[in-house]
């Protein structure tokens, strides 16, 4: 496998992916199954941000967040799968929606006291179910979008990408990464 790849290595569990010229083996990167046709787009991104406070991390998400879309060879199998769960998310949503939209028809319905614990329970829980609606309905775009499956990426440079979560015995059949260190790497 390793002889048919140009550009692309192992450092210890991460896949390094060289951007200017890489060539990957004809494997899925997932599943390691026998891959050929087409490559699919991941849009990777890396926010360089570890710790720190919450209102830090969103300052850096809108800041200084990297992506790069990247093609690389996934089967049919597991890009479909990627997108079920994207659908899955979509489903939650707008189940949530139907569900609060039926508990505020059945609330206008009955036209409770306004100090009624029924109406202000049937309220709180419509609230909450389109609130996880909204929720469930972003994450699933953005599963589609952003993380077909699990990988992820940990660093973003001007010419090397640092990936975790690809198959193991994908990642052990590449050649071993001599550049810089992927601490080193990621203090740039």
Avoid at 27 to 47: D, E, F, P, V
Avoid at 120 to 139: P, S, Y
Wanted: glycine residues 10%.
């Amino acid at each position: 496998m390793a002889d048919e790849c140009r550009g692309v290595f192992r450092s210890e569990h991460f896949l390094v992916i060289e951007t200017d010229h890489a060539r990957f083996p004809s494997r899925c990167i997932w599943c390691n199954a026998a891959w050929s046709g087409k490559l699919t787009n991941l849009t990777l991104q890396w926010i360089p941000v570890v710790g720190g406070p919450v209102v830090v991390k969103l300052a850096a998400i809108a800041m200084q967040r990297r992506a790069r879309v990247v093609p690389m060879p996934i089967c049919g199998k597991c890009e479909k799968a990627g997108l079920r769960r994207g659908n899955i998310g979509a489903a939650i949503g707008i189940g949530s929606w139907v569900i609060a939209g039926i508990l505020i028809a059945v609330l206008s319905y009955l036209k409770p006291a306004a100090q009624d614990p029924l109406a202000i329970g049937f309220m709180v829980a419509a609230v909450a179910l389109m609130t996880i609606g909204l929720i469930a309905v972003i994450v699933g775009a953005l599963v589609q979008r952003y993380a077909l499956k699990g990988s992820d990426a940990v660093h973003i440079g001007e010419k090397q990408i640092w990936i975790v979560g690809v198959n193991p015995e994908w990642l052990a059949a590449l050649p071993e990464w001599r550049g810089e260190s992927f601490a080193e790497a990621s203090l740039k």
